[in-house]
């Protein structure tokens, strides 16, 4: 196993209402899962691979709970990754070099029934983890923004987040509202939903702690 490290910043919108069943052990609220997701690598390397500064992105789509699998999968890589980066890249997002169930990508990789071709596109993509703030744009493919959920009273900002100890994705991730549109290869549409930010740090064998 070739190891390798990731730490950088998520922003990831699904279609849930805000918290996420998900996060808590629990099914999602509409009953299948639908989400959008971005990563700004900082540093990262796979073997002697630098990855760092590259960006990365996925869509998916589950009929019912994840766990019950039968998913669909589209991801797309940074076109500036050279063919070695892109080759460690979606090694590592389809699970690949990592021990068993130990990151998110490889819990989910374990769901996927239909794996879509990777797209190698230019990721324009921004995230303010603390603001609260993200904005994703693939051309042709999918388009994603999250800003802070607002109070329906007065319009002010609020904050709330998740600490998941033993997450196997991120140990504290700052909740916001997110919406979403994919075009192609995979159809998405939602706004106002569930929108999660996070400052990742894996490794070939889980989250990085501490």
Same mark, same amino acid.
């Given at each position: 196993?070739?190891?390798?490290?990731?730490?950088?910043?998520?922003?990831?919108?699904?279609?849930?209402?805000?918290?996420?069943?998900?996060?808590?052990?629990?099914?999602?609220d509409?009953?299948?899962?639908?989400?959008?997701?971005?990563?700004?690598?900082d540093?990262?390397?796979?073997?002697?691979?630098?990855?760092?500064g590259?960006?990365?992105?996925?869509?998916?789509?589950?009929?019912?709970?994840?766990?019950?699998?039968?998913?669909?999968?589209?991801?797309?890589?940074?076109?500036?990754?050279?063919?070695?980066q892109?080759? +460690?890249?979606?090694?590592?997002? #389809?699970?690949?070099?990592t %021990? $068993? /169930?130990?990151?998110?990508? &490889?819990?989910?990789?374990?769901?996927?029934?239909?794996?879509?071709?990777?797209?190698?596109?230019?990721?324009?993509?921004?995230?303010?983890?603390?603001?609260?703030?993200?904005?994703?744009?693939?051309?042709?493919?999918?388009?994603?923004?999250?800003?802070?959920?607002r109070?329906?009273?007065?319009?002010?900002e609020?904050?709330?987040?998740?600490?998941?100890?033993?997450?196997?994705?991120?140990?504290? +991730?700052?909740?916001?509202?997110? #919406?979403?549109?994919?075009? %192609? $290869? /995979?159809?998405?549409?939602? &706004?106002?939903?569930?929108?999660?930010?996070?400052?990742?740090h894996?490794?070939?064998?889980?989250?990085?702690?501490?």
């Amino acid at each position: 196993m070739v190891y390798w490290m990731l730490r950088g910043r998520e922003f990831a919108n699904c279609n849930c209402e805000y918290g996420c069943n998900c996060q808590f052990g629990g099914l999602p609220d509409k009953g299948h899962c639908q989400a959008a997701f971005g990563f700004a690598i900082d540093e990262g390397r796979h073997g002697n691979i630098d990855l760092a500064g590259l960006n990365i992105a996925a869509v998916f789509r589950w009929p019912g709970p994840i766990h019950e699998g039968q998913g669909e999968c589209a991801a797309f890589v940074d076109e500036r990754a050279t063919q070695a980066q892109r080759d +460690a890249l979606l090694t590592i997002m #389809t699970g690949g070099d990592t %021990a $068993p /169930m130990a990151t998110v990508f &490889a819990v989910f990789a374990s769901t996927i029934t239909t794996m879509h071709e990777p797209s190698f596109v230019p990721v324009d993509f921004e995230v303010d983890v603390e603001g609260r703030k993200g904005r994703l744009r693939i051309p042709g493919h999918l388009e994603m923004d999250g800003e802070p959920i607002r109070s329906p009273v007065d319009g002010s900002e609020i904050r709330a987040r998740i600490q998941l100890p033993d997450g196997f994705e991120y140990e504290v +991730a700052e909740v916001g509202s997110g #919406t979403s549109r994919a075009i %192609a $290869p /995979m159809r998405l549409d939602h &706004a106002a939903s569930y929108g999660q930010f996070a400052y990742l740090h894996l490794d070939s064998h889980g989250v990085v702690r501490g």
